[in-house]
């Protein structure tokens, strides 16, 4: 036994490692995630979801949700090392009881209507396309006063919390909260590019208005195709905001939504936020690399899919298509640590 080897031997009880042997893990030239692209189809998932509304009531799993796991991470109920992604169903007549949690959560609707989410005394009626907040530590319900299944992608930032080891939940005192607001009062308030002359941020640092339909992001996006250059590598994507700070609508998740045209043929990018996309409507191409390895995803209405940190991607539509997508890039910006290339 050399010197060394003796050295790493003697220290071990005392709880001590080397850096040297561990600095270029630690410290990479790029970014090394273990993380790995992943296509969720829609049609291949529905059956299961299904079966889970017969297999559970809304109110016994308190949540009912298949968890979209990302294949290196299996048991870590991650679709990225930093945010979970999962798939809700609620049948007509069924209530997810009220709590909440210091975790922030989004859902994205992607099929059916006639569900509601409550938060903090509002409800919101959830349809196909919508982009709804439930803020770090508000009471929030489901429920389903229609008469077909409602499905929609939960996106919350589990495992940033669980990292920080900050993670609380309450449970309600009732099933459903009482209402106290009537419905599109937030909207009312913040949504129109005006605010109440005195007022504060009801929900701290997460956008006072908790949903935003989908007919005026669409309408959005289908203006500036016709009207504005279409990105090379985007198409035409715009950022959901925050309007008292411009920022994010979540402190710890970033929201989009884009359309690429018919017959689009984007350019490859990569940026150190990992993504996960929720296909809207249309179909189209995700090529995604990485060193040496490539992913091709054909993806048409409901699919998801996950692009990790620092993998290259790039997008086409032979006829059209809208994404929605979320990460992590808030907290990359406010670290001062966000990275993006947009390659040629």
Not at 286 to 302: C, D, K, L, N, S
């Amino acid at each position: 036994m050399n010197i060394r080897e003796q050295l790493y031997r003697d220290m071990a009880p005392h709880h001590l490692t080397p850096l040297w042997e561990v600095l270029h893990s630690l410290v990479p030239q790029q970014p090394a995630t273990p993380c790995v692209p992943a296509l969720w189809k829609y049609d291949e998932v529905r059956p299961f979801l299904m079966r889970a509304g017969e297999a559970i009531t809304a109110e016994e799993a308190v949540r009912r949700v298949l968890i979209l796991e990302n294949p290196a991470l299996r048991g870590q109920s991650a679709i990225t090392q930093s945010l979970y992604a999962g798939l809700q169903l609620i049948l007509p007549g069924e209530v997810a009881p009220s709590h909440r949690h210091t975790q922030s959560a989004l859902r994205f609707i992607v099929e059916g209507s006639g569900a509601y989410t409550a938060v903090d005394g509002e409800r919101t009626t959830m349809r196909p396309g919508d982009f709804i907040i439930t803020p770090s530590w508000t009471f929030h319900d489901h429920g389903h006063d229609g008469d077909a299944p409602v499905v929609w992608l939960d996106g919350l930032d589990i495992p940033m919390i669980r990292f920080f080891d900050a993670g609380f939940a309450e449970n309600g005192a009732s099933k459903s909260q009482a209402v106290s607001r009537a419905e599109g009062t937030s909207l009312a308030r913040y949504g129109h590019n005006m605010a109440p002359v005195r007022h504060d941020a009801p929900f701290g640092k997460t956008s006072p208005i908790f949903s935003y339909p989908y007919e005026r992001s669409r309408e959005a996006l289908e203006r500036l195709e016709r009207d504005a250059p279409v990105d090379a590598w985007d198409g035409v994507k715009l950022r959901y905001l925050n309007p008292l700070t411009g920022g994010a609508p979540m402190p710890t998740m970033a929201t989009f939504m884009q359309k690429l045209p018919a017959g689009f043929v984007g350019k490859p990018w990569r940026q150190t936020d990992g993504a996960v996309y929720s296909v809207v409507e249309g179909e189209g191409e995700a090529v995604i690399e990485h060193g040496a390895q490539t992913w091709r995803y054909a993806f048409g209405p409901h699919d998801h899919f996950v692009v990790p940190s620092w993998h290259t991607a790039r997008f086409t539509s032979e006829r059209g298509c809208v994404l929605f997508s979320f990460s992590d890039r808030p907290v990359h910006q406010a670290l001062g640590i966000h990275q993006e290339e947009r390659l040629s």
